[in-house]
């Protein structure tokens, strides 16, 4: 198995957030992303694929909506450290 330090080789953008794949295969993909203040991601629209959040360090606003197409535990896994 692969480790690797995430908080190590992270870049930013003044202008948009940057992700970098961390991950990828045929069931799925794990981006790291890097913001800076006041920048935003798209809202993530595919109801097939669920999104797990790992906050490394800082803060911000999580608007999420829960589908009643999917169960609750796959529509939003959000952990902050």
């Known amino acids: ?3 690797l330090n995430l908080m190590e ?3 930013f ?3 948009h957030p940057i992700a970098r794949p961390i ?3 045929k ?3 794990v981006l790291q992303f890097a913001l800076k ?3 935003v991601l798209k809202e993530h629209s595919s109801a097939s694929s669920p999104v797990y959040l790992l906050v ?3 803060e911000g606003v999580l608007k999420a909506a ?3 197409k999917q169960p609750p535990e796959r529509a939003l896994s959000l952990y902050i450290l």
Do not use: A, C, F, Y
């Open 37 to 39: 203040p006041g920048q």
């Open 23 to 25: 991950h990828v295969d």
């Open 1 to 3: 198995m692969e480790s």
């Open 13 to 15: 953008n003044d202008s």
């Open 66 to 68: 829960v589908t009643l």
């Open 9 to 11: 080789g992270i870049k």
């Open 27 to 29: 069931n799925g993909r």
């Open 56 to 58: 490394l360090k800082g």
